[in-house]
């Protein structure tokens, strides 16, 4: 069953975007009194489509275990593909939040413009994840930030490096023992951070670990985190 | 896998040290029969603890870098774009065999002489993200082949399923406890597999599973698990 996020309630009334509206009626070819998801403030429905295809009536309560923990990825600004590809694949397997960081190694440069457009577009393909896996939530990004505004407000928060000393395995940090429902992952574009940039972050707490042997590439980094916390939380 | 350091060695016996026996016994809880890692001279080996729990005996050497372990992945006949994505980052988080399998819902149709150059296409996409990762091996495809010749020659073997009904949680199939250096993964194209495949397949001896409540897309599911066996075999 198809899954949309409504953007106004009324009573026992869903009402759906513009974009949805296109979906159901020339992708999906659906009418009048289909059934589909409709998700409205965190909340999930089923619900049945109205005549106007714009609307859906609530038929009841459909709650579907909601992501409970927060995994925030602090995205280095990468090509666009790599860009969507992460959102896209790490909203489908459970990250929370966002943010967008600017590194000194980043080849891919945006003027604001340009990245105000990125970022709707990217925001698109999240919510268009979260509607495909059933999510009740999905991730905004807000905006583009430098090294110096990266938070460390995980309960645990981590920065991928490819050193051989000073870090600790990526498994003897997050385990099933350790509380890892509130991780802030932190990793660096191709070429990696810069030292100044890693010490920046370390000095705000973040703890260096390595993810193994085999050396992944950036976008690829998210994916692997993203799989493991849900194996770890949440495929049960 | 724990690893540890042997102190003496002789012929295919390994001795450890005190603190790890401790370790081993009161830690880790371990038995008679367990596999570990053991380190001897610089030389890393699969090992298997003796009934002492101080020493442990070589199964084969398991020097660093080298993927040891088998994952197997029967994938679905997707277009190009999802399969160059499967191939590549699969093999990134340490897959060792591909086998493509065209079902009866797999929407992307191949003719052989097509088939023959997209099968050169992404062997070659499968070698460079080996060599990117730093592997010493890496999987071939050799053709498509139809459901009936699925192989259950995993020491796990695990079908994907949507079902809500006789499916186990990944979590309890998979786990580090249990053997999982020897996997066979099945998982259907976008529709599914028909209740006939899920059937054939089903009585070749594969155990159906479920990850959990976020739906994945197809070209997810192998990435998810890849990651899983990464962390939970060779993330150390």
Redesign the interface.
């Known amino acids: 069953m198809q899954q949309y996020f409504g953007i106004k309630k009324e009573n026992d009334t869903i009402y759906l975007n513009e974009k949805d509206f296109n979906h159901i009626k020339n992708v999906m070819r659906m009418s009048e009194g289909t059934k589909v998801f409709t998700v409205y403030n965190g909340i999930r429905y089923l619900t049945i489509l109205n005549k106007d295809l714009k609307s859906v009536n609530i038929i009841e309560e459909a709650n579907?275990?909601d992501?409970k923990n927060k995994l925030k990825f602090y995205v280095p600004l990468l090509n666009d593909e790599k860009m969507s590809?992460i959102f896209q694949?790490c909203t489908?397997?459970?990250a929370t939040d966002y943010v967008i960081v600017n590194y000194e190694r980043c080849k891919y440069k945006l003027d604001s413009e340009k990245a105000n457009k990125k970022i709707i577009r990217w925001n698109k393909i999240i919510m268009e994840a979260a509607e495909?896996?059933?999510?009740n939530t999905y991730p905004v990004i807000e905006k583009i930030i430098n090294t110096d505004e990266i938070e460390n407000n995980g309960s645990v928060n981590i920065l991928c490096s490819l050193d051989k000393e000073d870090v600790k395995?990526?498994?003897?940090v997050v385990t099933s023992e350790i509380e890892c429902d509130n991780i802030n992952v932190v990793f660096g574009p191709e070429g990696g951070l810069t030292p100044q940039e890693e010490r920046i972050i370390v000095e705000k707490g973040y703890e260096k670990v390595s993810?193994?042997?085999?050396?992944?590439?950036t976008e690829?980094v998210p994916?692997?985190i993203s799989?493991?916390i849900?194996?770890l939380i949440?495929?049960?």
């Not at 495909?132 to 999510?135: A, D, E, K, T």
């Not at 395995?169 to 003897?172: A, E, I, N, Y």
């Not at 993810?211 to 590439?217: P, T």
């Open positions: 579907n275990g992501i590809l694949k489908e397997l459970g495909q896996s059933y999510r395995p990526f498994t003897k993810l193994g042997n085999e050396v992944l590439r690829t994916l692997f799989s493991v849900k194996y949440r495929s049960e």
